[in-house]
């Protein structure tokens, strides 16, 4: 599903206009996004799951092409948890 497609059946169940449902989506997006803003926070959805922001440390990998040994910098990532009765 599409955020075009998600956008048009939240539209269509709520009853209301696609421009109405996207401000949702995006207010929805920035308070995630707002929520994992500090180091090893989370966003927890009771019934959908838990978005959760990480610290991946720096590490040896090796390119493929090559084989030769590269180093991969340390970086923040989002991780998602589904609830129970999301699947």
């Known amino acids: 599903m599409t955020k075009a497609e998600l956008i048009e059946k939240m539209a269509k169940d709520a009853g209301i206009t696609k421009v109405a449902a996207k401000a949702s989506l995006e207010s929805f997006f920035d308070g995630v996004k707002t929520g994992l803003k500090k180091r090893n926070s989370k966003v927890t959805l009771v ?12 590490r040896m990998g090796r390119n493929p092409q090559t084989g030769e040994k590269i180093k991969i910098k340390g970086k923040n990532a989002v991780t998602f948890k589904a609830g129970k009765n999301l699947v």
């Open 47 to 58: 019934g959908f799951g838990t978005f959760r922001k990480v610290y991946r440390k720096t």
